[in-house]
Nanobody
Framework: QVQLVESGGGLVQPGGSLRLSCAAS????????MSWYRQAPGKQRELVAT???????NYADSVKARFTISRDNANKKLYLQMNNLNPEDTAVYYC?????????WGKGTLVTVSS
């Protein structure tokens, strides 16, 4: 059974940091492109960051230089280090695994940036 389970969300003050984790199971993690998406209240889901099978990364312009995506293939984990958070980063963050036509999603973890 395929599972993607996000954790690490919560309430943080502007300028603070959080580290999100995604634990994967039920598929060959190393063969998949892994991404973080987010969906803010009343907005469409958007791509935050992607890490390819070879470790190459790509970021949305809004998070460049603040967020870092990484993966641990041995332990089937995906991470998102988020620094200098601002209220516009408030959203539910989702872990995604993609390979060709196959697409898996987690249920998300809520990040709230507020003073």
């Amino acid at each position: 059974q395929v599972q993607l389970v996000e954790s690490g969300g919560g309430l943080v003050q502007p300028g603070g940091s959080l580290r999100l984790s995604c634990a994967a199971s039920g598929f060959t993690f190393s063969r998949y492109i892994m991404s973080w998406y987010r969906q803010a209240p009343g907005k469409q889901r958007e791509l935050v960051a992607t890490i390819a099978r070879d470790g190459r990364t790509n970021y949305a312009d809004s998070v460049k230089a603040r967020f870092t995506i990484s993966r641990d293939n041995a332990n089937k984990k995906l991470y998102l280090q988020m620094n200098n958070l601002n209220p516009e980063d408030t959203a539910v963050y989702y872990c995604n695994a993609e390979r060709g036509l196959t697409d898996y999603w987690g249920k998300g973890t809520l990040v709230t940036v507020s003073s």
